[in-house]
């Protein structure tokens, strides 16, 4: 679907805060798919609507980047690392076990769309090896018995991980009164007041 | 700690190891040791994200100070302190602000928080624990070159960190840290976080820049787009890592004298390090810059404790994925970037990965050559077919599929990529070949995917030889146009 | 270079300075009209700035003092064979099959270069073989090397960014959005410039291969704008034109209806012989093929039967300049009538074409200048001229400042979009140079006040594109709009003129009152050259092309000769053209088909030979002569336009063109006639065949113009003076104030493809002419109670078109647009000639 009412909302915010709208495009097209679960056509159009980019460049840009999705995944994206430091402490073994235990090849889908298992690289966690992340939130020295456990702590509702496409959960929000102000670079050309001090400074 | 909150963002709480003294269960990876903390000094209160706490332990002081000097004095403090840049290339942060040609504004600074280096982490945990220290570092740095505008980009991936950093500038923009006039001065700078979607390329400054500006992140050209010239915007822009950054507080409160006083002479102060693989306490430290060695760091009390069940160290990589690989001998050089650059690899990005000698050296150089290939952004030819070629040629030789020919290819697709002789570790003899690497690419990518493959076709040709089934290549008759059959 | 100290411009790529002083780096990305890249890193070279040696993509790299370059060391040949093995390993080797082989890059790189075998035996990569990106454009991906030519262009040429790189790394490809194809009118271009066979175009798809082509320089004569092209034909046949890089014209590029409009001169509908019929209705009506001498006779015949007054020539716009010179002088200095008009009451007045002072593109495009349009959309009507303004306005800092009836194609980079509403056009603009001249009221914040201070502040003069706008204003509307605008200081102007080679057609005097050479027929004097070589002068003024119409429809013309022309779709008033073709007592067709004017009304159709058949000159807006070759010959015995005139002139005033006998011959009576065609020499000719002769009094040459604001002619004899306007501009009440509370004025501008006679003929490009749509102004819509995309029947007081309903907030209030020719959907249906704001209401149906 498109936008709802309230992302539009998001939307027109996060765009006034950087001197071109074309900057808001990756983060709306987060904002799209925390909605949809991964990018529609209709909302990569409204996107390129809303930063000035034809389709064709909203898709092309959101391609370069794998976190966003042209069609739907599981509601949780579970992504084993396996790159040089999880490799070394059985990051791959643990990808079989995923995919095994879940019967699903790697970047596949569990029927009943509750998983999607990918491999990922180095996401950063590389002391805890081996990795892995659900919907980017971390599990870090994970054995084919935790990996399990997590799974079934999932289908069983236990733990309250949002569907695939939300990142964080607090939101930047800057209240007007304390923007200090955002304008296209040309508008901006003057050395801003502080600046003065130097002068100041130097004459004192 | 049960079942993790929404916010949470760990998934359970992590076993301690065996040897797992020193961890902080809030902050996991991170290993609270003997030693200056001048970044990590908050990371022991379970709260030191909040505003309260950071509050509480001297946050936002730095700014304070620094809103009492004149921009330049602030400046000339940094430049003092030999500040080096945290990212990877080592330069100096006092040095590159000065490279803002006058007159050109408006400038911008964008904070490189898309720490996607194979094996290394801690602007991660800078961002997830002392957001604040990280957003007054911003403030500090745009107080002293009179920036207006700052983007903090962060890693897609990294959702904690994203919304730690999302929290912390609400509550400092509703503080009055951030935003118009700033503690009540002239100071007003605006700080917009930005998060990419999973491009380890994004990491490269101007890869970053075109991402910022909502396009596909592969990387310009430098010389022109030498950010401090031709950045966001086609404005002059700096660029700087979170670490450097989070370093900007201490700084401003303890003076660069007091910062000199840690590390070595020429690379003061003190670094993350992630040290990652076959080890007995892996983690990520807080070290002195320039003063403590691979052999401390690895075999060290104080740091990882050794080896796994007292294995031996066959390789390691001494600064992320992109480094030339090191071994036993260079145990005993510094944690600092010349001498590891002069003796064929670098420091980087504070990436340290040990591996130890039940590690197969093809599958290994397999797996980062791989992930080269994967983030390969496309635009260079070498890179864009080469990484990939050298993946497959690899991953057949590990099939038991490889000809005796594939070593010579792959070093000549390498040299393709990175011509001349490419920067290696001193061996049978032969002197090491410095860092960095050349390159018939545009940025370093391409050249980074045949460090693994020329470290270990070096040191380990036998091996890839053991792998390597005779096979010769299949005759094929040449028979002349027009001959008779 | 290599060892040799070698001059170059400041700031130029070492690419480009090497391959001027003879060494050719290969490349793939780089093209030198469009932003380098350094992408496919195929002309790495060795550059030292003294720091020792170190590979650089020579795109890249500007030239520098001292700058040392070597092209053929070891380590930039290893470089560049590292890189072509890289390109090749996962191309296909499917060059035989390939419409590139022969003139690809990659295969002659590979060819002279490339290593004999291959070291790569892993499987290729692999994607579902063409895809169709548009109606006329192929992609295979696989043979694709990602340069980001195509990509690159689409975006920063055309403003089309339509196609872009998806994915990323070795999974990259160049694709367009789901169900969203590469509709741009540029799409052609990327076939031209792609370095492989990767996209290819339907019309040229397995025709031919290139080493069985020939090829010839000549112009593009879809528009008037003169892009140079290359016609490349095999076997009598033309199978595909390229765009020539003209510096001062069209830079490589060109519209995809100059680049497939060829496809209607292969058609098999192309009349190839003269055709006669009895009666145009009834039982008689069926064309019956005839001989020339007899057509001809025909005609002739009908000529001697007659007066001249009752004579009348509309058309020539497709003619060459020697063809058009031909056909003014057998009418006017053979036949005797004035009644000749190349316009069809949808252009400018002749007088001020040819008087402004006159601006070329180069002047439009100087960087930092500012450009008033009043007049089409560019992107429609001089697809070329958008392309170097758009690159204008983007890179170089030009102003647009915009006088448009509705939002363009440049409305997005314009500075300031005014938008007149029917009628109230030459008002505006009346205030507007009031304004920028400080002769009216300022100071006031509305928009023509921001637009005239951007007029103001133009420094050199702004360069003005002139254009007739909706076709339902009237003529003089636009024509007031102009010399109002003359009154800037220092303006000069670019005429937009519609169909081919107007401006020759005007030049040669194909317009009442004109003779060849910018004259007046009043002032031709006794002595002069002309009347030496022409039999003799009519007597009286003649008809523009309403009146002939008007004329005829009363029974008043007896010959009326359609020189390529299609009254009844192009003329502004369908129901006038009816009446006057039908009631012409002769109606003569000269042309490649038989357009549905002459189907309606024609006697006699005389085939003519196409653009690409014969010889001659073609002149552009701006004044600018250049070649046309003949490549091919006409089908059957069609003849050239030239021919035919000269036939008939022998046939009524034997002698009359003795000498005559080639398109040079012509040329030289012309050059000898006309003081403004006379630097148009053979040797000016192939001298630069590039960019052609410009003529005196054009802007280029810095003696701007034959027209001064004194009213004195600089140039000439008794060129064209000043005519005063008909009626003052402010004379006109707002029409939108006595605006029927359901009506709307109507504003009709043409498309680039519509249901014209030779895009009917163009099977690649026939199905782009977009369906009949009326838009409104979404804040209009509370007016009718008919919800948009439902099928509606637009109506005027004097006919209805059906169309669907649709909003565009680039047509203003209280106005309804429609396209001027889309299939099925006439707009001139809406129009009367003598009414000057048509008022349309809408109807569901």
Redesign the interface.
């Known amino acids: 679907m498109t936008l709802s009412p309230a992302n539009e909302a998001l939307a027109a915010e996060i765009i006034g ?4 709208p ?6 709306l ?2 904002l799209a798919q925390a909605q949809d679960g991964y990018l529609t ?1 209709e909302a ?1 159009r409204r996107v390129g609507e809303l ?1 000035g ?16 999705r042209f069609e739907p995944v599981g509601t949780y994206l579970v ?1 084993v690392c ?4 999880c ?2 402490w059985g990051g791959e073994e643990l990808l079989e076990h995923a995919c095994e235990s879940l019967d699903v090849e790697v970047g596949g889908t569990t029927d009943d769309g509750m998983f999607t298992v990918e491999e ?10 081996p990795c892995l ?9 994970v054995s084919p018995a ?1 990996f399990d456990r ?1 799974i079934e ?1 999932l289908r069983a509702g ?5 569907g695939h496409g939300v ?9 007007a ?6 304008v ?2 040309e508008q ?8 003065a ?2 002068e ?3 004459s004192g | 700690m049960g ?10 709480p ?2 301690d ?1 065996s040897a797992g003294a020193g961890y902080l269960q809030h902050a ?2 991170y290993v609270l040791n003997d030693g200056p903390k001048l970044i990590t000094g908050r990371f022991v209160h379970e709260d030191s994200f909040t505003l309260e706490r950071s509050v509480a332990t001297g946050g936002y002081e730095g700014l304070r100070a620094a809103l009492e000097m ?4 602030v400046h000339d403090e940094v430049r003092a302190a030999t500040l080096l840049g945290r990212g990877g290339a080592g330069f100096p942060a006092g040095v590159k602000w000065g490279f803002l040609p006058p007159g050109k ?2 400038y911008y600074l964008v904070v490189n928080g898309d ?7 801690k ?2 945990l800078l961002m997830e624990r002392d957001p604040h220290q990280l957003i007054e570092g911003c403030l500090i740095a745009c ?1 002293a070159l ?4 700052c983007f903090l980009y962060v ?6 960190a ?2 730690r ?3 912390a ?2 509550d400092a ?2 503080a ?1 840290y ?3 006039e700033i503690c009540g ?6 700080i ?9 390329i994004v990491g490269e400054e101007t890869a970053l820049i075109e ?8 990387p310009r050209l430098k010389p022109p787009y030498f950010p401090a010239a031709v950045g966001l ?3 002059p822009t700096i660029v700087n890592n979170v670490e450097t950054l989070s370093n900007l507080p201490w700084l401003m409160v303890n003076g660069s004298e007091a910062y000199k006083g840690h590390g070595s002479e020429s690379s003061p102060g003190t670094r993350m390090f ?5 080890l007995r306490r ?3 430290y807080e070290v002195e810059h320039g003063v403590t060695t691979f052999r401390e760091l690895i075999y060290g009390d104080n740091f990882c404790r050794g080896i796994r069940d007292g294995n031996e160290l066959k390789m390691f ?1 001494p600064g992320g ?1 992109s480094a030339p690989w090191f071994f036993e001998d260079h145990l005993d050089l510094p944690l600092e970037a010349r001498p590891v650059g002069a003796a064929g690899s670098m420091l980087g990005s504070g ?1 340290i ?1 040990i ?1 130890d000698d039940t ?1 197969d050296a093809v ?2 150089a397999w ?2 050559v791989k ?1 080269f290939a ?2 390969s ?1 496309g635009k260079c030819t070498p890179c864009r077919e080469g990484t990939t070629w050298l993946e497959q040629i690899l991953r057949r030789i590990l099939d038991g599929e490889g000809r005796p020919s594939d070593i010579d290819l792959l070093l000549d697709i390498g040299d393709n990529i990175s011509p001349g002789p490419y920067p290696v570790a001193a061996h049978d003899g032969a002197e090491a070949v410095p860092f960095p690497p050349r390159q018939t690419t545009i940025c370093p990518l391409g050249p980074s995917a045949v460090a693994p493959v020329v470290s270990t076709i070096r040191r380990f040709r036998h091996e890839y030889e053991a792998k390597i089934t005779r096979r010769d290549p299949i005759p094929i008759e040449v028979v002349p146009v027009g001959a008779a059959r | 270079m290599d060892g040799a100290a070698v001059e170059a411009r400041p700031g130029e790529m070492l690419i480009a300075a090497c391959e001027r002083s003879g060494t050719y780096i290969p490349r793939f990305c780089y093209h030198s009209r469009m932003s380098p890249v350094g992408m496919c890193r195929m002309c790495l070279v060795e550059v030292d700035t003294g720091r020792g040696f170190g590979l650089q993509p020579s795109c890249m790299v500007p030239v520098s003092e001292g700058m040392k370059v070597s092209t053929d060391s070891e380590a930039s040949k290893k470089a560049q064979d590292g890189v072509l093995e890289f390109l090749l390993i996962n191309h296909p080797l499917d060059c035989p099959v390939c419409d590139k082989g022969g003139e690809c890059p990659l295969q002659d790189q590979t060819m002279a270069y490339g290593p004999g075998e291959t070291r790569f035996v892993e499987e290729k990569r692999h994607f579902p073989k063409p895809i169709a990106i548009s109606e006329t454009v192929f992609l295979d991906r696989e043979r694709c090397i990602l340069c980001d030519r195509c990509t690159r262009f689409a ?1 920063e040429v055309a403003g ?9 790394g070795n999974h990259t490809e160049v ?4 169900d ?1 194809p590469f509709a741009s009118y540029f799409s052609g271009n990327t076939v031209q410039i792609c370095p492989v066979g990767a996209l290819t175009a339907a019309p040229y798809r397995f025709k031919a291969r290139p080493w069985d082509l020939t090829e010839t320089l000549s112009t593009a004569w879809v528009d008037s704008l003169g892009s140079r092209v290359a016609v490349q034909a095999s076997r009598n046949r033309v199978l595909r034109v390229l765009g020539a890089d003209a510096d001062a014209v069209n830079w490589g590029w060109l519209s995809d209806k100059e680049r497939f409009g060829f496809e209607a001169l292969n058609s098999a509908e192309r009349l190839s012989a003269p055709m006669l019929r009895d009666a145009v209705d009834g039982d008689n009506r069926e064309f019956r093929q005839a001989g020339w001498g007899e057509a001809l006779e025909a005609v002739a015949g009908a000529l001697r039967a007659t007066s001249p007054e009752r004579v009348a020539v509309l058309g020539g716009a497709r003619l060459t300049n020697e063809a058009q010179y031909m056909w003014a002088k057998l009418a006017k200095g053979v036949v005797g009538t004035d009644n000749v008009d190349a316009q069809l009451g949808d252009g400018l007045d002749p007088h001020l074409v040819l008087g402004l002072p006159r601006a070329t593109i180069e002047d439009a495009c100087r960087p930092g200048g500012t450009v008033l349009l009043v007049g089409p959309d560019p992107k429609e009507e001089l697809p070329t001229l958008y392309l170097r303004l758009r690159h204008a306005i983007v890179n170089d800092g030009v102003k647009l400042v915009e006088v448009t009836p509705h939002a363009t194609g440049l409305s997005h980079l314009a500075e300031h979009s005014l938008r007149p509403s029917p009628g109230t056009t030459a008002r505006l603009v009346a205030e507007l140079v009031d304004a920028a001249t400080g002769s009216g009221p300022s100071g006031d914040d509305s928009e023509i006040e921001a637009a005239a201070r951007s007029l103001r502040e133009a420094g050199e003069g702004v360069v003005v594109v002139l254009g007739r706008m909706s076709l339902a204003e009237p003529a003089d509307v636009g024509d007031a709009a102009a010399r109002e605008l003359s009154r800037l200081p220092s303006a000069r102007f670019l005429p937009a003129l519609r169909r081919g080679n107007l401006m020759g057609a005007l030049e040669a005097g194909l317009a009442p009152g004109l003779v060849p050479g910018r004259m007046q027929l009043e002032d031709v004097g006794d002595g002069a050259s002309l009347a030496e070589s022409w039999p003799r002068l009519p007597d009286s003024l003649g008809l523009d092309a309403t009146s002939v119409l008007r004329a005829a429809a009363r029974g008043d013309i007896d010959v009326l000769v359609l020189l390529g022309s299609d009254p009844l779709n192009d003329f502004v008033d369908r129901d006038l053209a009816y009446r006057g073709l039908r009631g012409a007592a002769c109606v003569v067709a000269v042309d490649l088909f038989v357009n549905d004017s002459a189907s309606l009304a024609a006697g006699v159709v005389l085939a003519a030979a196409g653009p690409t058949e014969c010889d001659g000159t073609f002149t552009n807006v701006e004044g600018r002569v250049s070649i046309m070759s003949r490549k091919v010959t006409p089908p059957g015995t069609a003849r050239a336009d030239w021919m035919i005139a000269a036939d008939l002139c022998e046939r009524l005033e034997p002698g009359s063109t003795s000498g005559l006998d080639s398109p040079q011959a012509i040329r030289a009576e012309l050059a000898q006639i006309s003081q403004a065609h006379a630097p148009i020499t053979e040797d000016a000719l192939t001298q630069n065949p590039m960019e052609g002769v410009l003529l005196a009094g054009t802007g280029a040459t810095g003696e701007a113009g034959g027209w001064r604001r004194s009213g004195r002619p600089t140039m000439g004899r008794s060129p064209v003076g000043r005519t005063e306007p008909a009626t003052g501009p402010a004379g006109r009440e707002d029409p939108l104030e006595e605006l029927p509370e359901d009506g709307f004025l109507l504003i009709t501008t043409r498309t680039m493809y519509d249901d014209g006679m030779m895009l009917r003929h163009c099977p690649s490009s026939r199905g782009l002419a977009p369906a009949a749509t009326a838009r409104i102004n979404p804040a209009d819509t509370d007016r009718i109670d008919i919800d948009v995309s439902t099928a509606v029947r637009v109506v005027s007081d004097f006919g209805h078109i059906e169309a669907t309903l649709a909003t565009d907030s680039g047509v203003p209030a209280g106005s309804l647009r429609v396209d001027w020719l889309a299939p099925g959907a006439p707009a001139n249906a809406l129009i009367a000639a003598a009414t000057d704001v048509t008022v349309v209401s809408v109807e569901a149906r």
């Not at chain 1, 990922?120 to 805890?128: I, K, L």
């Open positions: 805060w950087f001197p071109r074309r900057s808001a495009l990756i983060p097209l987060h056509d990569m930063v980019a034809t389709p064709a460049e909203v898709k092309g840009t959101a391609g370069f980047y794998e976190m966003f992504n396996t790159n040089i430091s490799l070394l990922a690289e180095c996401v950063a966690a590389c002391t805890e090896a992340q659900v919907n980017y939130r971390y599990r870090g020295r935790d997590l702590d236990r733990t309250s991980i949002a990142l964080a959960q607090v939101r930047q929000s800057i209240p009164d304390r923007l200090a102000g955002v296209p670079p901006a050309r003057e050395a801003p007041v502080w600046l001090r130097n100041a400074g130097a | 079942a993790p909150s929404a916010t949470g963002g760990y998934l359970a992590l076993p190891r996991p990876g004149t921009p330049a004095a504004r408006p720490e996607s280096e194979p094996g290394t982490y602007d991660r107080y009179g920036l207006q505008q890693r897609g991936e990294m959702a904690l994203q919304e950093i999302a929290a500038l609400n923009y509703e009055g951030v935003g118009r001065s002239d100071f007003s700078v605006d917009v976080m930005a998060w990419g979607a999973g491009a380890y991402s910022l500006e909502g396009r596909r992140g592969m915007y086609g404005q992630a040290v990652s693989g076959h892996p983690g990520v990589i994925g990436a990965v591996m590690t599958r290994a797996r980062v992930f994967r983030e952004c | 975006d089309d960014a339509l196609i872009h790189f998806m994915g990323r694709n367009t959005f789901t969203e």
